[in-house]
């Protein structure tokens, strides 16, 4: 478990004055506790605790190591999970602490999580993270989630025209590996199979969020589509420029 005394004293504090409290020591405790019974880092198990009492902390949570930062996110559905949060509450909140009774965390709170829990792209989630947790009119994060997908295929291929959808798609990827300018995979297989996926997209979700009010998608459908695209970037991330 990592010491105390490398814990942010800023963020700290935050919570000392989220909880009315004056002394730190307490809630150094409580932070080793979490990370104790939880199996984590002190630095993930300070930012649960944040995030759980809904202080911001994305600029912290960015200067923590790769790893911390995985088990940031590998908590999180103890956030966005009311049920499992408060079983899990119940293991380190109660003892030794100046209040008695787990946390209870807005419907907001939880749905932060959730997204970060699913959009790891950083393009992503700034610009659908706010749409997300809007009470309506959840097309606004499907198109531009396929808008960051279109120009994160335009930078790997390093393409300065203005195709859009289906034809980027095909400018950039060919399922004949000889005449592909991005290569997914030496499998020709797989390298189909991801093309067609990606046209998919296009078809299915860019188009119409781009052309048409589509009023019918609920929150968890556009959260669901966004984490799925959070995928195909990190493959294209992967892909190498042959063209």
């Known amino acids: 478990m990592s010491r105390t005394r490398v814990l942010d004293k800023s963020l700290l504090y935050k919570i000392c004055r989220k909880l009315g409290k004056k002394d730190i ?4 405790v409580m932070v ?5 019974n939880l199996g984590i880092s002190s630095e993930a198990a300070l930012i649960l605790l944040a995030k ?9 949570q960015r200067k923590l190591a790769p790893y911390k930062q995985a088990e940031v996110r590998d908590m999180l559905p103890i956030i966005f999970s009311k049920k499992s949060y408060k079983k899990t509450a119940k293991k380190y909140i109660n003892k030794n602490l100046p209040y ?3 946390i209870e965390l807005s419907h907001k709170a939880r749905l932060k999580a959730a997204i970060e829990y699913l959009i790891h792209d950083p393009e992503l989630e ?8 809007r009470p309506s009119r959840f097309d606004r994060a499907i198109n531009q989630a396929t808008q960051v997908l279109e120009d994160r295929i335009r930078q790997k291929a390093s393409f300065q025209g203005r195709l859009v959808g289906i034809a980027l798609v095909n400018y950039a990827f060919n399922n004949d590996l000889t005449k592909t300018i991005l290569k997914i995979s030496d499998n020709p297989d797989e390298q189909n199979g991801f093309v067609n996926i990606l046209r998919g997209v296009m078809l299915a979700f860019r188009n119409p969020t781009h052309h048409y009010v589509k009023n019918t998608l609920t929150r968890e459908e556009a959260m669901q589509i966004c984490g799925f695209i959070d995928v195909l970037l990190k493959v294209i991330g992967r892909a190498i420029k042959i063209g």
Not at 52 to 60: F, K, N, P, R
């Open 25 to 28: 020591v307490k809630i150094n």
């Open 32 to 36: 080793s506790k979490k990370a104790s």
């Open 52 to 60: 759980e009492l809904g202080i911001g902390v994305s600029a912290y």
């Open 100 to 102: 008695r009774q787990p």
């Open 126 to 133: 700034a610009r659908c993270n706010d749409l997300l947790l």
